[in-house]
């Protein structure tokens, strides 16, 4: 009896020891003291193609967990293989086993991921139409605004930067909710990013629908409503901040604020509502706008390191001289990388140059990151 009993004890040491590892393995590392010095510490980016994904991941496994990265903001529009509404769906995307591969790369090292797909405005870029509008004309904010057929200028007859969607078409959250739900399911995610800047389509006098209302209510009303639909399964909504600017008072501009009214709607919408308040060109401290009207907010930059560093230089001293009541609404950093996510790669790992004439996301992400690690 007692043989028998140590046989099966001898089978069953390795599936344990197996189940043990496997657990400990699957646990996120132990907080780093640098979490509060900074508790966010972010970089956004575009999804990576299949092609990419096995050296996205390698950059997850190496880089992001080296440079003490514990947030990524995945821009995912269209690049995935939706099910739930497959005529939305990029062939060539991402499919759910790929996305798998991420979290479980993100998992390993307690890296939070937040999606991306841009709701209410960036429904074209310039010259082409993005995917929504093109299977359904019937949202489009704007369908007497023609594309350019030649070569897209700025500034134009009709004020096109980018379409919008018409946030007061019926039909219009029956689809995009479908995006969203599907999305944060696939990554396991407790967040969700609308994007949601540079809306210069809003409340248009020829839109059955909003002309005649105000900028801001139209604004705050569709950041609410993403809101609670988010809210209704425990999610938060993450938001760029620019749309929330005064661009007239502050003298920002109506680029990384606002000139087409929509500033009000900071006072209206729900103040658990995240905030990425963007700026590229110097450091403006708008984060302490945020912060002290109730709101979490992290501080992006993108492509000028002496940019990105004053940024955190103002954020550390707001984390250090806020009130006990706001100083954790200063959530921390998060660089922002706009070209594709192969690109960004090929540079960052020296397989490629920095073209661009303006400066460097790259350089910025590495000077910013090790800006970062020297608080500890």
């Not at 905030?275 to 930059?301: E, K, M, Q, S």
């Not at 550390?316 to 660089?335: E, I, S």
């Amino acid at each position: 009896m007692i043989a028998d009993k140590v046989n099966a004890m001898k089978l069953l040491l390795p599936l344990i020891f197996t189940l043990l590892t496997t657990s400990l393995k699957a646990q996120p590392p132990y907080p780093s003291p640098l979490d509060t010095i900074l508790p966010v510490r972010g970089l956004c980016l575009g999804a990576p193609s299949t092609e990419d994904l096995d050296r996205f991941v390698k950059f997850i496994d190496e880089e992001c967990s080296r440079l003490n990265v514990n947030l990524l903001v995945l821009r995912i529009g269209t690049s995935y293989r939706y099910q739930s509404r497959p005529e939305l769906a990029n062939p060539d995307g991402l499919t759910k086993e790929q996305v798998k591969k991420i979290v479980a790369a993100a998992r390993k090292h307690g890296i939070r991921i937040v999606p991306m797909v841009n709701l209410l405005g960036h429904q074209s870029w310039h010259g082409k139409l993005g995917k929504l509008l093109t299977v359904y004309p019937e949202f489009d904010e704007t369908p007497w605004v023609d594309l350019p057929t030649g070569k897209y200028e700025w500034p134009n007859e009709d004020g096109l930067y980018c379409k919008s969607y018409c946030p007061l078409h019926p039909g219009v959250h029956d689809v995009v909710f479908d995006l969203v739900d599907e999305i944060t399911e696939v990554f396991e995610a407790d967040a969700f990013h609308a994007g949601m800047d540079e809306v210069f389509y809003l409340a248009e006098d020829k839109c059955p629908r909003c002309g005649g209302r105000d900028p801001a209510e139209l604004f705050a009303g569709e950041v609410t409503r993403i809101r609670n639909h988010l809210a209704a399964s425990g999610k938060e909504l993450w938001i760029w901040g620019d749309r929330l600017i005064d661009g007239k008072t502050t003298g920002i501009g109506e680029w990384e604020a606002s000139m087409n009214n929509t500033a009000r709607a900071l006072h209206l919408i729900p103040k658990d509502v995240v905030i990425n308040d963007w700026h590229y060109d110097r450091a403006d401290p708008t984060a302490a706008l945020f912060a002290l009207n109730g709101f979490r907010v992290i501080t992006c930059p993108w492509r000028k390191s002496d940019v990105g560093l004053a940024e955190l230089d103002l954020m550390l001293k707001f984390r250090a001289g806020a009130t006990p009541t706001t100083k954790d609404r200063f959530q921390g950093m998060m660089q922002t990388v706009w070209s594709g996510t192969s690109h960004f790669l090929d540079v960052y790992y020296g397989e490629a140059e920095n073209k661009d004439p303006n400066g460097d996301q790259d350089a910025c992400f590495k000077e910013l990151f090790h800006a970062i690690g020297q608080l500890k």
